[in-house]
């Protein structure tokens, strides 16, 4: 799969939901998840459908880091709670 910057990703899937795999990615000091790499494993007209595929990926692989992010947004601004 192919591996993408946050602005890549916004340019090749422009308005639309997007599931993205972290490929690398690191917490800063404050708490934010910087995505550098990331993988789109799928692309979806709206966010219901989007979070279905994403519970269906993480209920049988934890490990991995999944996002539904819209390419509206100019940074992933994700949060660490």
Same mark, same amino acid.
Do not use: G
């Given at each position: 799969? /192919?591996?993408? #910057?946050?602005?890549? $990703?916004?340019?090749?899937?422009? =308005?639309?939901?997007? @599931?993205?795999?972290?490929? !690398?990615?690191? /917490?800063? !000091?404050?708490?934010?998840?910087?995505? $550098?790499?990331? /993988?789109?494993?799928? +692309?979806? &007209?709206? &966010?219901? %459908?989007?979070?279905? $595929?994403?519970? %269906?990926?993480?209920?049988?692989?934890? &490990?991995? =880091? @999944?996002? $539904? @992010?819209? /390419? &509206?947004? +100019? %940074?992933?601004?994700?949060? %660490? #709670?």
């Amino acid at each position: 799969m /192919t591996q993408l #910057k946050w602005e890549d $990703v916004c340019q090749a899937f422009p =308005e639309q939901w997007v @599931l993205i795999e972290a490929i !690398d990615a690191h /917490t800063n !000091d404050h708490r934010e998840r910087i995505l $550098v790499d990331m /993988t789109p494993l799928k +692309k979806f &007209s709206n &966010s219901p %459908e989007a979070m279905k $595929v994403y519970q %269906e990926i993480h209920r049988y692989d934890l &490990s991995r =880091e @999944l996002y $539904v @992010l819209h /390419t &509206s947004r +100019k %940074e992933p601004n994700i949060i %660490e #709670k």
